[in-house]
């Protein structure tokens, strides 16, 4: 075949067929064409059907230019060299070049990527609502999740990354004259910035190039979503094996203690903690009851106890007063609507100037009979407030200051519910008062022992209490009566500062809430006297949970499925054009037969005639 154009090839040189014309190779001087051999490959050694512009498809060419004369300017080609008789036959081509050479790479990647993120959803639902300290192995599960994440987002970049290079072909082949293109799209397929700036760059890109684009932005938040899908919460829990603890009494008897058996009177000490624990009642210090926890957190059963309860009124307004008939100063009588006399008296003299009486107080028991309970006891306060700094006291206006309560502490049940223990500090919950009949009692089996019943009939005390009453020995009763009275009952034979009521009482910021306290003292030592039982509740502690946060696993699954998705469009696609599957390879670029070379980077080509020319001979051998 031969050839005329503007340009003329360098006369005396070989040009294999695989040259382009345009371009001086080095020159092959002194060679005759027969002397330049070759192993010709058949167009079977190929892996798929090439189109050749310039010879036949079967064998290659090569033309030889000889030297013309002086005034020739014309050139002519070389006929076709036959191939030699002892060329080797193509060898096979094996199953993993067919594999690496396919889609075998990027479908086993978008497989792993979708068996790590299932692998992270099953460790996931073993993780959640499990106790942190059941996790035994060194390897943290943030940890765990971590690497699955970065496997599941390696394996999808790898594969979406040759998805995108695949298109930058299937580009080219529609649209021949967009070479620069391929950058881009090369760009896109290695990272973020690439993939971010091929929104600008390629105008008229491929839909699922620029779905692609967005999966590759939305994978570096990848690694951020699945550090929020663990949290980590405190949750308490029972403590198994442990139980806290109190203890109430449904009876109280001391039995014979400090009793002289002839005469069955109280000549000794009794239960002298219950004393001590009226005495702190007074000055408002009041132990907590006897409820145990051996832990940080407790929690107690429902129970009624056995206990004593204060009612009291103020009377300031109600009470009678009378002054008595006197030589030395003024003295007044009062007396309660319970019928309780209480004296107060005023004076002045050179030495010591005004005084008067600052606070009394009596108390008395109202079932003293042999035998008798003693319990309830009454008492009646009467206290004289002086502000020494300001308006002084005066013989005319003393008694104008006088505040006066009366009060009635019986035995009575109490009934507990919702106390718990948090940090060591006691959280009360409810306490309620049941009212029981402290008189008329009648005696119960032994002639000391008596039995004391709700006033409601229709209350309960507990299923475990029999009788639905409590038990006392009537000498018990006697005792508890002692004490309030010997702290109620203010002589004027002893000096204030000599007696334990006298003071107290005097400067209680709240009488009604003093007796209230001195009531809950007693009552809380009862809980745990001679008779007491015991009870078990809950003991809690803080235990860290693992919380999954599902909601966070969504941009992961679907980030996930779009690169799939981008490859399974991008196969049928290619399958679709009958191209070859070049992917990220720049065979296309170094193909045999292009006219024109690609340019450099940095230089230009001649014309747009020959960029044109070269990129549609380039999209020609894209396909099959």
Request: aromatic share 10%; proline share 6%; glycine share 6%.
């Amino acid at each position: 075949m031969g050839s005329t154009g503007a340009q003329n090839p360098h006369p005396g040189y070989l040009y294999s067929y695989d040259q382009p014309y345009n371009q001086p190779y080095d020159a092959i001087q002194d060679q005759d064409v027969s002397e330049h051999s070759y192993n010709y490959p058949t167009a079977s050694q190929y892996n798929s059907s090439q189109e050749y512009a310039m010879h036949d498809d079967s064998v290659p060419q090569a033309y030889f230019v000889p030297a013309p004369n002086e005034d020739t300017v014309t050139w002519h080609t070389v006929t076709e060299i036959n191939p030699p008789t002892d060329a080797k036959p193509p060898s096979k081509i094996s199953l993993w070049d067919r594999f690496n050479n396919g889609w075998g790479p990027e479908i086993f990647s978008q497989i792993c990527s979708v068996l790590f993120l299932l692998a992270l959803i099953i460790l996931l639902s073993r993780l959640d609502g499990r106790p942190l300290s059941t996790w035994t192995i060194a390897v943290s599960p943030n940890a765990f999740v971590a690497v699955l994440s970065i496997a599941s987002k390696a394996s999808l970049i790898y594969a979406l990354g040759q998805t995108i290079s695949q298109l930058k072909w299937l580009h080219l082949t529609k649209k021949p004259d967009s070479l620069e293109d391929l950058q881009h799209y090369d760009d896109a397929s290695r990272g973020p910035l690439g993939a971010f700036r091929m929104f600008w760059t390629v105008r008229s890109g491929h839909f699922i190039a620029y779905v692609g684009c967005v999966v590759i932005l939305l994978a570096l938040a990848f690694e951020p979503f699945s550090q929020q899908l663990l949290h980590f919460e405190e949750r308490v829990i029972i403590v198994p094996g442990t139980q806290s603890s109190v203890s109430f009494s449904t009876a109280y008897d001391f039995q014979s203690r400090g009793v002289d058996g002839v005469s069955a009177v109280i000549v000794g000490p009794r239960d002298n903690p219950i004393t001590a624990a009226a005495v702190n009642g007074v000055y408002d210090v009041v132990k907590d009851p006897p409820f145990d926890c051996p832990g940080s957190t407790c929690s107690y059963p429902t129970f009624t106890t056995f206990g004593v309860c204060s009612e009291c009124a103020d009377i300031t307004k109600t009470i009678n007063k009378k002054l008595l008939n006197t030589t030395y100063g003024q003295t007044y009588s009062f007396t309660t609507p319970g019928n309780l006399t209480v004296q107060a008296s005023a004076y002045s003299d050179a030495h010591s100037g005004f005084k008067h009486t600052l606070t009394n107080a009596t108390a008395v028991g109202l079932n003293t009979e042999f035998a008798g309970l003693g319990m309830p006891v009454r008492t009646g306060i009467i206290r004289f407030p002086d502000d020494q700094d300001n308006d002084r006291s005066t013989m005319t206006n003393w008694t104008d200051s006088m505040q006066a309560y009366e009060c009635t502490i019986s035995f009575c049940g109490r009934h507990y519910s919702g106390w718990s223990t948090t940090n060591g500090t006691l959280s009360r919950g409810d306490e309620r008062i049941i009212k029981l009949n402290n008189s008329d009692v009648p005696a119960y089996g032994a002639p000391w022992y008596r039995l004391l019943a709700p006033l409601d009939p229709a209350e309960s005390l507990g299923a475990n209490i029999a009788n639905n009453s409590f038990k006392i020995n009537y000498l018990d009763g006697q005792n508890i009566e002692s004490v309030l009275r010997s702290i109620f009952t203010i002589s004027n034979a002893l000096p204030a500062n000599q007696q334990i009521g006298a003071a107290a009482l005097y400067n209680s910021p709240d009488i009604i809430a003093t007796m209230d306290n001195v009531a809950k003292g007693m009552s809380y030592h009862m809980m745990s006297g001679p008779n007491s039982t015991t009870v078990h509740g809950e003991v809690y502690t803080t235990q860290a949970y693992i919380k999954v946060v599902w909601p966070w696993i969504t941009p992961l699954v679907a980030v996930v499925v779009a690169s799939a998705f981008c490859l399974i469009a991008v196969i049928f696609l290619t399958r679709k054009a009958k191209q070859l599957v070049w992917k990220s390879s720049l065979t296309p670029l170094l193909l045999p037969d292009v006219s024109y070379m690609l340019t450099n980077s940095s230089e230009a080509p001649t014309n747009q005639w020959q960029m044109r020319a070269r990129t549609m001979t380039i999209a020609k051998h894209l396909a099959r």
